[in-house]
């Protein structure tokens, strides 16, 4: 194969006083941070679909990107061309996973079966692209959202025949998964939500979607996927109400239709935005409830109201983020995917890397900041103290159930005024820009 990244070298770690934008200053996949090195702790993972079908495009602006694979007129031809850029760009980088939606590597057919027939052509190709080397499949999925069959939704589609094509479609994508030893299979429900209530069977679309879910695991038991399932919640855009709004969404739909014990969610930063929440919100509610599974790494312009899907590289949020994961105990079989794509005006190839390699910087410090913060407990002794009320005498009885409205009428009427410690906000984020600073 030729090569394509020609004057990009492997990507290798310089330390924090290099000046070469093509290496990390901050990622040393080898570096112990505890008992895991920085690899094994942050599993980074490049997404096809950005990085190598990413155009440039936006609402009010045509594709200012053009890469070495477009120049193939055969579709099949130009999808062999991308995957093998993808190899030699996950190579360099030194990335360990990577992750697809079945369109991003192979192109629809004329008919179902022509469109399976060249998904499973480039996912043999993908097989001996992968043998010997060191870069594994994070999750795969399924495109239900960008052709015109789904302009209703695809489990939650008005249409029986969208919600069959759907399900034969995430029957191959699993297959796939599978093929490619997948560690996890990720359901992104793009149109699965309403524009309007007027024309709208709210209670029939989220039974389906339910039934759907319900194939999807007996499918994934029949074929011996033994990879984690994961949701990923998206509040808005392009519908005007997604089904799969924000963690607490999805948790309560999973647990309605006993649905829980079966899937994780797969959080991405900048839907977090959208829902107007934090990255660190919508990771903390996952990590209580048991359902952190996966993270799409990226960051939105919180001035705008659509998916920018930036490159991370807010330390507050990297911090904080790695801050749950490591309370989670890592991330186990997920991942931190690049959902993220260069700007549009950053349209060469070297702007991929720089990119890629910016995130994997950022993550990088706020996962030594986290640790050290984390081993420190200076936050959690003072979340402990916050709440020291709770352990004994009257808060202690709340918590252990043996209080009731009338015993607690009884304890109020004997007490003065009440005195209230102060929440001291602004040292603790002082203290996490100490960490921040020293990482």
């Known amino acids: 194969m030729q090569e394509v990244f020609k004057g990009i070298p492997m990507i290798s770690y310089e330390g924090r006083e290099s000046q070469n ?8 996949p080898e570096e112990m941070i505890g008992d895991k090195s920085m690899r094994e702790h942050l599993r980074f993972s490049v997404a096809v679909w950005h990085t190598f079908t990413g155009k440039g495009i936006d609402p009010f602006g045509s594709a200012t990107v053009a890469r070495a694979w477009d120049k193939y007129p055969q579709a099949m031809d130009q999808a062999k061309a991308r995957m093998e850029a993808a190899f030699e760009f996950f190579a360099k980088l030194g990335v360990p996973y990577f992750c697809f939606h079945d369109r ?10 022509e469109t399976n027939k060249n998904l499973l052509a480039i996912t043999d190709y993908i097989k001996e692209l992968m043998q010997g080397g060191k870069v594994k499949l994070l999750w795969g999925t399924a495109n239900l959202f960008a052709h015109p069959r789904f302009v209703h939704g695809a489990a939650t589609s008005p249409n029986a025949d969208v919600f069959a094509y759907a399900a034969a479609q995430v029957k191959k994508a699993m297959e796939v998964t599978l093929g490619l030893g997948g560690e996890n299979y990720v359901f992104w429900g793009g149109r699965e939500g309403y524009e309007t209530l007027l024309n709208t069977d709210m209670e029939l679309e989220v039974d389906n ?41 999805v948790l309560a739909f999973l647990r309605k239709y006993g649905l829980d014990k079966d899937f994780k969610v797969n959080i991405e930063a ?34 705008l109201g659509w998916d920018t899907d930036q490159f991370p590289t807010n330390l507050y949020s990297t911090t904080l983020a790695m801050y749950e994961i490591l309370k989670n105990g890592g991330l ?29 910087d950022a993550f990088a410090i706020g996962l030594k900041a986290a640790y050290k913060l984390l081993k420190s407990g200076v936050l959690e002794k003072m979340v402990e ?31 003065g005024d009440i005195r209230n410690e102060s929440g001291q906000q602004e040292t603790l984020e002082s203290i996490l820009n100490q960490y921040i600073l020293q990482a």
Do not use: C, W
């Open 21 to 28: 934008p093509l290496a990390f200053k901050h990622y040393n």
């Open 385 to 415: 103290a916050r709440y020291s009320s709770y352990r004994q005498g009257i808060g202690q009885k709340i918590r252990a159930g043996n209080a009731d409205f009338r015993d607690l009428e009884e304890y109020a009427l004997t007490q």
């Open 332 to 360: 186990h079989k997920g991942g931190l995917n690049f959902d993220a794509k260069a700007r549009r005006g950053s349209f060469t190839d070297r702007d991929l890397f720089e990119a890629h390699i910016a995130g994997m």
């Open 209 to 249: 979607l339910a039934r759907f879910f319900r194939m999807a695991v007996d499918y994934a038991k029949e074929i011996g996927f033994s990879g984690q399932l994961l949701i990923e919640p998206k509040p808005k855009e392009p519908t005007k109400h997604q089904y799969d709004f924000d963690v607490a969404s």
């Open 104 to 113: 991003d590597i192979a192109p629809e057919g004329g008919s179902l079966a």
């Open 270 to 303: 900048n839907h977090a935005t959208l829902a107007g929440h934090t990255f660190q919100h919508e990771l903390h509610y996952a990590r209580i409830n048991g359902v952190l599974g996966s993270v799409d790494a990226n960051q939105g312009d919180e001035l």
